[in-house]
């Protein structure tokens, strides 16, 4: 790079968008030049204004005349030292400034959009949330409605109560406690299907202490009974704990009516 290069390049140095080679020269330039470090700073200082901008979609004919008009419009010059001015040959404009334009005038666009698809993709994200809890409230009420639901009630270990209400006709079962205390950080109730003697998991406890009534992830599929351990924080595949009980499903005789 040439020194009018180096007196030119403030705003693609901004943007990033110098070569490796390019970089470095421009650095060793940048601590010896007030006039381009102080251009740098208010580059920089735009380019953060303009990132932190609130969302506006940029007009339909931005790109078109931001294009048009760089055939057209004369670049201002850079501000450089009385004493060095004799030294420049006076040159067009460095295509480094016509990048560092475009970029920033791509960029305000860009930024826009990606700020509105970020929100739209967090109201979707939170519908969806919305909608699966209404669902799974739903099907925990039709098992627990249902009329060949069968229950099991019992005491854990650590002496809060428990039921599962089981409907065949379902193959689902609901899990539901009272006075469970609470735990410490990292640790998180886990349940299980007791597969005859081998423990699948059937979901996280969301909460601990008062009431809990939760519908267990996944089928009932022949399991005889279910049970409570204490797991890290996101559960395990695996009981990793003693269990705080065991509960056995009562046998479809004994189904309600």
Known sequence: MTTADLHTATGAYVLHALAPAERTAFERHLARCPACAQEVRELAATATRLGL???????PHLREQVLRQITAVRQEPPRIPAPLRA?????????????????????????????YEAAENARTAARQAEHRAERRAAELAAVLAA???????????????????????????AFLTSALPDLPAGKVYQLWFDDGGKMRPAGLLKGSGGTNAVLMDGT??????????????????????????????????????
């Open 220 to 257: 009932v599929d022949g399991a005889s009974g279910m049970g409570v351990t204490v797991e890290p924080s996101g559960g395990s595949p695996r009981p990793t704990t003693p269990p705080l009980g065991l509960l056995a499903f009562p046998p479809p005789s004994e189904a309600k009516s």
């Open 147 to 173: 009329p060949d639901a069968r229950t099991a009630t019992g005491t854990l270990a650590d002496g809060a109560r428990a039921t599962v209400v089981v409907s065949a006709r379902r193959d689902r079962a």
């Open 53 to 59: 901008a609130a969302p506006a979609s940029p007009p």
């Open 87 to 115: 030294r420049i040959r006076p040159r067009p404009a460095s295509r480094f400034l016509l990048a560092a334009c475009l970029a920033a005038a791509a960029a305000f666009g860009g930024v826009a959009v990606w700020q």
